[in-house]
């Protein structure tokens, strides 16, 4: 009885906590996932103050947060939109990985950490932040520019590409030699595949499945089907976040709309508890000695994304301002980085380096990103526009 | 002339419909998923960028289409009727939820009581031209009436209050 108190306790003494740093977020207009780690930071071992009783809880509200996560990020785009992305931006898509994923493969090996964590630390430096993206082009009222298309295309390639990365990844980090982990992306390909024909043919028998008029059994059963298929992807080494992905993009239209309203508010709570716990299982004693190499990584990654939402801006036609427009809008890095260095962190297998470097990494991309995006047009406009101006002076 | 609209998809956020008017800028409508609209509108010296991009809601995006399908109908009234002095042309909304939002025009009696014309009704950028006396209104009409200044105030009064 009386530890069930304490626990009650605990855990509302943290969601209060959290909400107080959400409304700090909102306040100074930044993302609260930067505030949420650095939350689990304060209270985790070596911190403040130690979270006891409740780690049951957490740990799997935690990945109900990434089921979640990455079940909305599937709502949001229908399997339309992904493949016509697929066949119009791949060329962008590849040029975004190999320019930011490289950097974080480098950095890896340079410290030791050997091709696993190579593979860890490219996928961290490589997936720009869904969420905060969309977030900062709405706030900065740019959805209507030309180059967001691009900025957005980006984004649903770089999301789709995970659903084969991530699988992979699992199987590798559950130890497998290397013959199964290219067996698995045959796996992850064709999984993929199969679940954006049955959402483009038959999208309305996964949505009639879960729909329901009454938003309670709706609730249920959305809810219900995720975490099975998250469970069972996860069983079968696909991963629980991809299964959740891929069942968000099989549902579709009025269906994936309520479910994306009902859900939202579980997923925000859920998924700030993710984050929270991955601070929490973070070291701060380990920070330090990350953090002139997470600084550096953090640097050229900005760039290595400014320039790939340069080049894919310009593919499309859009002028000097557009394009630099789009580059720095795809800086921010936050979920998934933290998903996938999460995977490395539980599994055992990756070098325990990898959770101070992606949370100190995370922390500083994900109030970079957003400041980014807000001074580029300024800095831009100072810089190369003008001295473009003086070297061709306008004829009278 | 028709103009071009082009219809982009933004993944993840609904589409984007505009066309470039003639001082070059994009005009048009960002359309979320969950229905809601925005007008964007894009700036002089950046057409890429947008100068201003309003969220509206439905009642907003219907009054401001009305506002701008009935001008030319109130200037080419007020035109046809400036040699006569003492009379005005006007155009009034119908506020959702105001005493004559679903009752005709005959219900108002705007003739009788005030001896104000109604020449026509706007809705939803259609020009409803010589209502009928059992003609129904709706929330966001836009009525044009004509008659005296006294006229039209009251004919205000009644369509505000009833």
New interface residues.
Partial sequence: MHSTGLALAELGALFFGLGILGRLALRIGISPIPLYLLGGLAFGQGGLLPLGGVEEFTMISSEIGVVLLLLLLGLEYSADELITGLKRDWVAGIVDAVLNALPGAAVALLLGWGPLGALVMAGVTWVSSSGIVAKVLGDLGRLGNRETPVVLSVLVLEDLAMAVYLPVLTTLLAGVGLLVGMSAVGVAVLAVTVVLVVALRYGWVVSAVVDSPVPEVFLLRVLGAALLVAGIAAELDISAAVGAFLLGIAISGSTAENATKLLEPLRDLFAAIFFVVFGLNTDPRQIPPVLGIAVALAVVTTITKIATGWWAARRQGAATLGRFRAGAALVARGEFSIIIAGLAVTSGAADPGIAPLTATYVLLMAIVGPVAARVVEPIVRRTVLRRRAVSMPATP | MGVDVEV??????GT?E?FTVRSGQ?I?V?TH??GHV?L?V?RLD?????A??TPLTAEESNTLASLLGAPHLVSQLAEQQRELDGVHTTQLPVQPGSPYDGRTLGDTAMRTRTGVSVVAVVRRQVVHPSPAPDFAFEGNDMVVMVGTTDGLASGARILDQG
């Fill in positions: 982009t998809p933004l993944p993840g956020i984007r505009d994009r048009g960002v998923r969950d925005e964007i894009s950046d057409p890429d960028a947008c201003a991009s």
